[in-house]
């Protein structure tokens, strides 16, 4: 039993039907097309942004790179089955075939999450319930449909199985939550940067949680993810917040230096300007 629930940690698994990117896809213009509506033209150029970056990390570095001494030989980080063939090294034709579930668990992931996450980090400043609350409410409510009409309307059930072998990312992943919220305690729990406000520090921690917890709630109730309440636990402690900490002075005291005019209002709203 213990080295079963081990294995489901060290082991990030999906399977799901291949029209699930498609549903994933509509939601996904869906969500851009609300954005644009509501002008919210920096949390779209920040998923834009960190979608390229989880992509590559993802779909070509982590696709390419062995997944250590625990596996055998020819073992990478990450490994396909779409419809029972194995994705080869070099893809030649199954290229697209598997770029479709790259884009969904990489791009599209990102459009959401970090769009939302962005949205979040706003309204820490403006307040605005009604927004936070829409995006909030649209996030949760997308990502619950999508596994929902994939398993109801069989479009193409071709199943996809991916699995991310994480024995080598979990400590980098513990330490980066361990540093990151140290650095933050850093910068807004103490005055050394003149902007001590200790409840940041928590309102960072919950929107990780929160926003983890809607990628990873769906995939465990439509059993996407065959693991349990223990995994899903494990991922909203630290899918988001091994970042979330770095991101928000990013936008907070980073890129307001470098990229950005400050619009004098009751409160403070960063446009990224290019």
Same mark, same amino acid.
């Given at each position: 039993?213990?080295?079963?629930?081990?294995?489901?940690?060290?082991?990030?698994?999906?399977?799901?039907?291949?029209d699930y990117i498609f549903f994933d896809s509509?939601?996904?213009?869906?969500?851009?097309?609300i954005m644009i509506k509501y002008k919210k033209?920096?949390p779209l150029k920040f998923g834009i942004f960190?979608?390229?970056?989880?992509?590559?990390?993802?779909?070509?570095?982590?696709?390419?790179?062995?997944?250590?001494?625990?596996?055998?030989?020819?073992?990478?980080?990450?490994?396909?089955?779409?419809?029972?063939?194995?994705?080869?090294?070099?893809?030649?034709?199954?290229?697209?075939?598997?770029?479709?579930?790259?884009?969904?668990?990489?791009?599209?992931?990102?459009?959401?999450?970090?769009?939302?996450?962005?949205?979040?980090?706003?309204?820490?400043?403006?307040?605005?319930?009604?927004?936070?609350?829409? &995006?909030? #409410? /649209?996030? =949760?409510?997308?990502?619950?449909?999508?596994? !929902? %009409?994939? $398993?109801?309307?069989? +479009?193409?059930?071709?199943?996809?199985?991916?699995?991310?072998?994480?024995?080598?990312?979990?400590?980098?992943?513990?330490?980066?939550?361990?540093?990151?919220?140290?650095?933050?305690?850093?910068?807004?729990?103490?005055?050394?940067?003149?902007?001590?406000?200790?409840?940041?520090?928590?309102?960072?921690?919950?929107?990780?949680?929160?926003?983890?917890?809607?990628?990873? &709630?769906? #995939? /465990?109730? =439509?059993?996407?993810?065959?693991?349990?309440? !223990? %995994?899903? $636990?494990?991922?909203? +402690?630290?899918?988001?917040?091994?970042?979330?900490?770095?991101?928000?002075?990013?936008?907070?005291?980073?890129?307001?230096?470098?990229?950005?005019?400050?619009?004098?209002?009751?409160?403070?709203?960063?446009?990224?300007?290019?």
């Open positions: 039993m213990l080295n079963n629930l081990l294995e489901s940690f060290n082991q990030a698994r999906r399977i799901f039907e291949y509509f939601f996904l213009a869906i969500w851009i097309a033209w920096n960190t979608g390229f970056v989880v992509y590559f990390i993802d779909s070509i570095v982590w696709f390419n790179l062995p997944a250590g001494n625990s596996y055998p030989i020819g073992t990478y980080i990450r490994e396909y089955w779409i419809g029972g063939v194995y994705m080869p090294r070099p893809l030649g034709d199954y290229f697209w075939i598997k770029f479709g579930a790259d884009f969904m668990m990489t791009f599209s992931y990102a459009m959401f999450a970090f769009g939302w996450l962005w949205i979040m980090f706003e309204n820490f400043f403006k307040k605005n319930l009604k927004e936070a609350l829409l &995006f909030t #409410l /649209l996030y =949760f409510t997308f990502w619950m449909l999508i596994p !929902l %009409f994939s $398993l109801i309307i069989p +479009l193409n059930d071709t199943l996809v199985d991916t699995v991310r072998y994480m024995d080598t990312q979990m400590i980098a992943w513990s330490i980066n939550l361990i540093v990151g919220y140290l650095f933050l305690s850093l910068v807004y729990g103490t005055n050394k940067f003149e902007s001590k406000k200790p409840k940041t520090i928590l309102y960072v921690f919950v929107v990780g949680c929160v926003g983890a917890f809607f990628m990873e &709630f769906p #995939l /465990l109730v =439509f059993r996407i993810r065959p693991t349990g309440v !223990l %995994f899903l $636990l494990y991922d909203v +402690l630290l899918m988001l917040n091994q970042g979330a900490p770095y991101l928000y002075v990013l936008y907070d005291k980073i890129l307001p230096r470098l990229f950005v005019k400050i619009r004098k209002k009751p409160y403070k709203e960063i446009e990224i300007t290019v």
